[in-house]
């Protein structure tokens, strides 16, 4: 019983909403019915309702432009060629990219809304749609629209930042498609963040000016970039210079094998009399001569090539090999795909 | 036994770790050497000088393998009173390096000493180590050995109760080549015979120059 209470309620608030619309789209899908039967002294007070500030229901912004422009095909069918004009120009106003479709509507209606164009400039872009665009092989479209003959300026520009880049600027009258290869004016791909297309227009038949723009954000898709490695530091190279302590050690080393040798020497020495005693000699001398012959080298000269050669060809591999993570990584921002979704106005971006 | 059965173990572990025909290499090295015979077997010194000249063959297996064959001959020139003796020797060497400054060897040799009036052989197994030091730079490395020989036998002799070999020298790495000087000593005691004992010593400095082939 609750429940059911609870239904009727909930039917109660959601109701008058459906209603509305369907009010609104009912009076005008009987107004189009009447069109089609010619039936247009019926069909005008329809549409009149639907666009009278009065009308009770709510009204899309499509649906009050439709009823703006069948009231001007319905006058214009009427013969009353200045009030169709105005209705007409009304449906521009609102919705720039409102035409007539030449195989429903007759050659006079058509000159009708032709002549409510040429009075009336106005400029618009159609909303971005949600896009995923490879720059390196599509392109991003925007479609712009002047109602007559005017010049027009179409800018991109990032909010908050840069400079921004002109897209198109020239004369148009109708529709155009605007190309964009994701590229800013410093032909970079464009970074990620919240941007602005604007389009100004100016008339060359009336002088009159228009202006529109549309907010749209920019991700990118990059795939998981590399890390490079690391600089190389003390512990991963062997030392390039024998420090003072090395080289003076070298001295003990050379004197350590000279006594080795006259220690054996003079074992041998013991019973049987000696044992190639000048040899022994001549291999201590040049111990102890070969040791403090490095110590004063490698105190002059320190520096222990075999050690620079190995470091120089270790800093080798990681140059290369950071080398190839970079040109992987570039390789992969070069694949960097644009994702592109509409956005309401101004503000940080994704 | 057990020393040479610690050896064998390390040989027989490392070349197995090692990856076949890795850093595979062949080092030939011509030595020339003066060397001093010295014996006393109860009669007074006998001393005999003179050149011995060879070669040693060195199959590397990777960082830390090697077997080396050597051969050598050459003269010894007696002293007043002392023959003459040719001596002529063979022998074959594993060697494995268990830390950058240490490396064992175990090994066997033939070595024959002749005079005019008869010839005699030794057999030799020595198990030893050999302990390098680099000098700052590395060209030149300090180099010590010792081996027990505890296989010893002499043709129409006892075994000696005391065998040794030791050596102290350098090598001076040029390029691919490593000149080395060493002195070497070998001393066996051999167990008295009639109140005799009889002792022999082979003192020699050697020059060997390492030249990698392959």
Known sequence: MRRLAWAVVLAAGVAPALAAQGSTAELLGQAHQLYERLEVERALPLLRQIVSPNWPFEVTRDQRVDAYKYLGACLAVAGKRDSAVLYFRAAIERDPFTDLDPSRFTPAQLETFGEARRRTLAVAIRPVQPARVDPRTARVTFIVVATHAALVDVKLSAIGAGRPLSLFQGTMDGVREIAWDGLLADRRLVPPGRYMLAVVGRSRVTGASDSARVYFDVRHEVEAREDTLPELDGRMLLPERISAEAARRDVAKGLGVAAAALLIAGAATGDLGGGERGGADVVAATAAVSGLVAFLVHRRHGAIPENVAANARHRAERDSANASVRARNADRIAATLLLLSPAAGEGTGP | ?214
Do not use: C
Not at chain 2, 44 to 61: K, M, N, Q
Not at chain 2, 98 to 120: D, E, I, M, S, V
Not at chain 2, 138 to 156: F, N, T
């Open chain 2, 1 to 214: 036994m057990r020393a040479a059965g610690v050896i064998a173990g390390a040989i027989f572990s490392v070349g197995g770790a090692a990856p076949a025909a890795a850093q595979r290499a062949l080092v030939v090295a011509p030595l020339a050497s003066l060397a001093e015979h010295r014996v006393d077997a109860g009669f007074g010194l006998e001393r005999s000088l003179g050149p011995i000249l060879g070669g040693v063959a060195t199959l590397r297996s990777g960082p830390r393998f090697a077997l080396a064959v050597r051969a050598l001959g050459g003269r010894l020139f007696g002293s007043k009173g002392v023959l003459d003796r040719d001596v002529g020797e063979l022998g074959v060497e594993a060697s494995v390096v268990t830390a950058p400054w240490l490396a064992f060897q175990a090994g066997a040799a033939r070595r024959a000493y002749a005079t005019k009036l008869g010839r005699q052989t030794w057999n030799m197994v020595g198990l030893g180590a050999t302990a390098r030091t680099a000098f700052a730079g590395d060209a030149i490395h300090g180099v010590w050995r010792a081996a027990l020989l505890p296989v010893v036998s002499v043709s129409g002799l006892r075994n000696p109760d005391v065998a040794y070999r030791t050596a102290a020298g350098l090598e001076y790495r040029v390029r691919t080549a490593t000149l080395g000087v060493e002195y070497s000593l070998e001393r066996y005691d051999f167990p008295a015979q009639a109140g005799v004992r009889r002792r022999e010593q082979l003192a020699a400095v050697t020059l060997r120059l390492d030249v990698r082939v392959r």
